[in-house]
């Protein structure tokens, strides 16, 4: 394997480590098992298990990124429903573990592992904002992320807890979002 197609390897194979056991899983040593390396293999590449969860970010981010920038896109267009914006990132967040995997890094103080979902955020700001648009987007994309990285944490815990249905967080947010772009009627 070249060391892009090594890479690559073990990003996968971490992805698939977070959605199916969780970050804290995503270790070298499981890592390298998985694609039949060494651990000092993914040393070579990632420098360490932080280079690893930076890479992990950095895709995730992106891709998330990028559908939901897409997804804003056909809500402009007609083509799709606010709430299915919202239900479409609060699903992104807890299915490819982006929000556990924020939470893991943010809580073992390895904040600069973030610096790719900070640059996937401004990018959907920058990608969803039309010239003389003056709403503000970046205060309802800081608002709708933090969300969904709550409820991809704890929102089923939370629903039941207050007697409510999962779902009822789409709401939620559908409403604070548009109360934000001035937009709530």
Do not use: C
């Given at each position: 394997?070249?060391?892009?197609?090594?890479?690559?390897?073990?990003?996968?194979?971490?992805?698939?480590?977070?959605?199916?056991?969780?970050?804290g899983?995503?270790?070298?040593?499981?890592v390298a098992?998985?694609?039949?390396?060494?651990?000092?293999?993914?040393?070579?590449?990632f420098?360490?298990?932080?280079?690893?969860?930076?890479?992990?970010?950095?895709?995730?981010?992106?891709?998330?990124?990028?559908?939901?920038?897409?997804?804003?896109?056909?809500?402009?267009?007609?083509?799709?429903?606010?709430?299915?914006v919202?239900?479409?990132?609060?699903?992104?967040?807890?299915?490819?573990?982006?929000?556990?995997?924020?939470?893991?890094?943010?809580?073992?103080?390895?904040?600069?592992?973030?610096?790719?979902?900070?640059?996937?955020?401004?990018?959907?700001?920058?990608?969803?904002?039309?010239?003389?648009?003056?709403?503000?987007?970046?205060?309802?994309?800081?608002?709708?992320?933090?969300?969904?990285i709550?409820?991809?944490?704890?929102?089923?815990?939370?629903?039941r807890?207050?007697g409510?249905?999962?779902?009822?967080?789409?709401?939620?947010?559908?409403?604070?979002?548009?109360?934000?772009?001035?937009e709530?009627?």
């Open positions: 394997m070249s060391p892009e197609q090594s890479r690559a390897a073990a990003v996968a194979a971490a992805r698939e480590l977070l959605r199916d056991k969780g970050m899983s995503v270790t070298l040593k499981a098992a998985k694609i039949h390396r060494t651990h000092a293999n993914l040393l070579h590449h420098g360490s298990v932080d280079g690893l969860h930076a890479a992990l970010a950095d895709e995730i981010a992106h891709e998330v990124a990028s559908s939901i920038t897409g997804s804003i896109g056909n809500y402009r267009a007609g083509k799709t429903k606010l709430r299915h919202v239900e479409e990132m609060f699903t992104a967040f807890r299915e490819q573990g982006l929000g556990e995997l924020i939470a893991w890094v943010v809580l073992s103080r390895r904040r600069e592992a973030l610096a790719a979902v900070e640059s996937a955020v401004s990018e959907v700001v920058e990608a969803i904002t039309e010239p003389g648009d003056d709403r503000p987007l970046d205060k309802a994309t800081m608002g709708l992320v933090l969300l969904a709550g409820d991809a944490l704890v929102g089923e815990e939370i629903a807890a207050t409510n249905e999962h779902s009822a967080a789409h709401e939620i947010a559908v409403k604070q979002i548009l109360a934000v772009l001035g709530l009627k």
